[in-house]
């Protein structure tokens, strides 16, 4: 039909040349996605089982990037949400209702720890808390109601590696599914699935993104009932994801391996000296026997990430702590972690009797790209500054 300009700028004519192909997975925007025919329009949300619906379901940006975390995890299917705290809300909110129980470790991530105790409580789920390092005595733990146990190994901060394949145990023998926030582990340090996880979750925004400019999640489930759940889930809460994060998140997959490999060498290196100077009472890094849960680690990882922390000695004020992190110069102060950048960050457990007696001198590290001499010197001459 014959167009005026201002229909051909909605309904062009224009053909540019095919076969184009290039490295790199195109970012795919869309809200409306369009049917062939009248009768085929559908609002489903698996577009794996109906074809492609809606933008809120991931276009093949985000679906790419969900297969490629999925192929990594081993799962049956993977979900992108839009931050890894909104892959554990999803996850709360698609597996449990009022009159559920679930189990919850001290060393969760603060804000999944204030979502169970705040929310999920609100909504009638009851919540224990438990020991990460709990080991066979989680069986006393469980009631006929509990649905899910929550893994975070290593936990955040304060380190502690979990007993994941025992956990698993004793949830199944109990009819519980187990939730592991794999993030440290970058989804391939430790393999989830092989080790007894029902549903493994990751927040994106760390190792995947990898430079501190993306939030993202993931949703891996080990079968198609657990996966279906989540996806109907994601449906109503509405959980849409941006195509450009998830190119991102596919451009950093591409170098996670060498990315994780200098960042663990940096790591233990640091870690190591670190454990040998006399104002360190503790170093918790996973792949050092200081750190609660070592044995796990050997047992279970098949390498070491770069985030840890270190314990100063009781002497030190929480002004000298702090003076420690102020003084450093290439490790800058802020939150997440697994960027190139270094990071330092003061935590303070004085007065919360379910962690251990840390107080107020806990610092935990980020390790980045830069030259491992290079970051010693910082961290020798922001110690020296403690004296
Ligand atoms: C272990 C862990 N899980 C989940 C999250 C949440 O991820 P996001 O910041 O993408 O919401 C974080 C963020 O710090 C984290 O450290």
Redesign the pocket.
Known sequence: MSKKWSTKLIHSDVKVPEGFRSLNTPVYRASTVLFPSAASASDEWDQYEFGYTYGLYGTPTVLELAARICELEKGYRTLITP??????SLINLALLKAGDHILVPHSI?G??RLFAGHMLKRFGVEVTFYDPNIGGQINALFRPNTRLVWC?SPG?VTMEVQDVPGICEAAHRAGALVVL?N??AAGVLFDAFAHGVDISMQ????YVGGHSDL???SVTAREKDIFDRLGAAQQLVGLAVSPDESSLALRGLKTLAVRLKAIESSALELGRWLAARPEVELVLHPALESCPGHEFWKRDFSGSAGVFSIVFRREFSKEKVLGFVDALELFEIG???AGVTSLATAYDFQGNKNRPDYGHRIVRLNIGLEDVEDLRQDLARAIATMH
């Open positions: 931050g890894g705290q909104s892959a554990i991530y804000p999944n975070e955040s926030d993030t440290w927040a994106l925004t760390k939030l993202l999640g939150y997440s972690w």
